[in-house]
Protein backbone atom coordinates (compact mmCIF):
# COMPACT_ATOMS: atom_id res chain seq x y z
CA UNK A 1 0.00 0.00 0.00
CA UNK A 2 1.63 3.08 -1.14
CA UNK A 3 0.05 6.62 -1.12
CA UNK A 4 1.25 9.77 -3.04
CA UNK A 5 -0.30 12.94 -1.46
CA UNK A 6 0.01 16.24 -3.54
CA UNK A 7 -0.69 19.68 -2.22
CA UNK A 8 0.59 23.37 -3.52
CA UNK A 9 -1.82 23.53 -6.68
CA UNK A 10 -4.16 26.84 -7.42
CA UNK A 11 -4.23 29.98 -9.01
CA UNK A 12 -1.47 32.27 -9.68
CA UNK A 13 -0.91 35.49 -11.92
CA UNK A 14 1.28 35.02 -15.60
CA UNK A 15 5.15 35.43 -14.03
CA UNK A 16 3.90 34.08 -10.79
CA UNK A 17 5.37 31.18 -9.49
CA UNK A 18 3.80 27.78 -7.70
CA UNK A 19 5.69 24.91 -5.59
CA UNK A 20 3.89 21.41 -6.07
CA UNK A 21 4.84 18.81 -3.38
CA UNK A 22 3.94 15.32 -3.97
CA UNK A 23 4.91 13.17 -0.86
CA UNK A 24 5.03 9.17 -0.95
CA UNK A 25 4.27 6.86 1.90
CA UNK A 26 3.67 3.40 2.75
CA UNK A 27 5.69 -0.23 2.40
CA UNK A 28 8.59 1.74 0.33
CA UNK A 29 11.67 0.78 0.74
CA UNK A 30 13.25 2.91 -2.29
CA UNK A 31 11.98 5.48 -5.40
CA UNK A 32 13.64 5.41 -8.35
CA UNK A 33 12.48 7.82 -11.06
CA UNK A 34 10.08 10.30 -9.77
CA UNK A 35 8.03 12.67 -12.90
CA UNK A 36 5.91 15.20 -12.99
CA UNK A 37 2.65 14.93 -16.10
CA UNK A 38 0.30 17.84 -16.95
CA UNK A 39 -2.92 17.48 -18.87
CA UNK A 40 -4.62 20.72 -19.97
CA UNK A 41 -7.46 20.93 -21.51
CA UNK A 42 -8.07 19.66 -25.35
CA UNK A 43 -4.38 18.07 -24.83
CA UNK A 44 -2.83 14.84 -24.12
CA UNK A 45 -1.14 14.15 -21.36
CA UNK A 46 2.67 15.14 -21.16
CA UNK A 47 5.67 14.28 -19.33
CA UNK A 48 6.75 18.12 -17.94
CA UNK A 49 9.67 16.96 -15.66
CA UNK A 50 12.12 13.71 -13.92
CA UNK A 51 14.42 12.96 -11.52
CA UNK A 52 16.40 10.12 -10.84
CA UNK A 53 17.30 8.49 -7.55
CA UNK A 54 20.53 9.98 -7.80
CA UNK A 55 19.37 13.66 -8.99
CA UNK A 56 19.98 13.67 -12.40
CA UNK A 57 16.80 15.70 -14.22
CA UNK A 58 15.03 16.37 -17.64
CA UNK A 59 12.53 18.66 -18.45
CA UNK A 60 9.81 18.80 -21.46
CA UNK A 61 11.14 21.70 -23.59
CA UNK A 62 8.09 23.83 -23.22
CA UNK A 63 9.21 24.40 -19.47
CA UNK A 64 12.86 24.44 -19.79
CA UNK A 65 14.37 27.31 -17.87
CA UNK A 66 11.26 28.02 -15.87
CA UNK A 67 10.64 24.67 -13.77
CA UNK A 68 12.79 22.85 -11.73
CA UNK A 69 12.82 19.46 -10.51
CA UNK A 70 13.89 18.67 -7.19
CA UNK A 71 13.39 15.48 -4.34
CA UNK A 72 14.11 14.87 -0.73
CA UNK A 73 14.70 11.18 -0.66
CA UNK A 74 14.48 11.11 3.40
CA UNK A 75 11.12 12.64 2.86
CA UNK A 76 9.83 10.35 -0.35
CA UNK A 77 9.13 13.74 -1.95
CA UNK A 78 9.21 15.28 -5.21
CA UNK A 79 8.60 18.90 -5.69
CA UNK A 80 8.50 20.64 -9.07
CA UNK A 81 8.93 24.95 -8.60
CA UNK A 82 6.74 26.47 -11.46
CA UNK A 83 8.11 29.98 -12.24
CA UNK A 84 7.46 32.67 -14.93
CA UNK A 85 4.47 30.96 -15.11
CA UNK A 86 1.93 31.19 -18.66
CA UNK A 87 -1.57 30.48 -19.27
CA UNK A 88 -0.91 27.54 -21.24
CA UNK A 89 0.37 26.31 -18.07
CA UNK A 90 -2.56 25.37 -17.25
CA UNK A 91 -3.30 22.12 -16.52
CA UNK A 92 -4.08 19.22 -13.77
CA UNK A 93 -0.73 18.32 -12.72
CA UNK A 94 -0.07 14.96 -11.39
CA UNK A 95 3.16 13.19 -9.86
CA UNK A 96 4.59 9.81 -10.68
CA UNK A 97 6.67 7.32 -8.62
CA UNK A 98 8.45 4.17 -9.31
CA UNK A 99 8.69 2.71 -5.95
CA UNK A 100 10.11 -0.56 -4.96
CA UNK A 101 8.71 -2.42 -2.14
CA UNK A 102 10.41 -4.46 1.17
CA UNK A 103 10.45 -7.27 -1.20
CA UNK A 104 12.13 -5.78 -4.26
CA UNK A 105 8.99 -5.41 -6.26
CA UNK A 106 8.53 -2.52 -8.91
CA UNK A 107 5.53 -0.41 -8.76
CA UNK A 108 4.46 2.64 -10.39
CA UNK A 109 1.98 4.91 -8.03
CA UNK A 110 0.14 7.76 -9.57
CA UNK A 111 -1.10 10.80 -7.30
CA UNK A 112 -4.84 12.15 -7.70
CA UNK A 113 -3.30 15.36 -9.71
CA UNK A 114 -3.39 19.06 -8.50
CA UNK A 115 -4.69 21.88 -10.82
CA UNK A 116 -2.84 24.61 -11.80
CA UNK A 117 -4.29 27.82 -13.23
CA UNK A 118 -2.95 30.54 -14.73
CA UNK A 119 -4.44 34.04 -15.55
CA UNK A 120 -3.36 36.29 -17.71
Known amino acids: QVQLVESGGGLAQAGGSLRLSCAAS????????MRWYRQAPGKQRELVAA???????NYADSVKGRFTISRDNAKNTVYLHLNSLKPEDTAVYRC??????????????WGQGTLVTVSS
Open 51 to 57: ITSGGST
Open 96 to 109: NAEVIDPKGRSTDY
Open 26 to 33: GSIFSINM
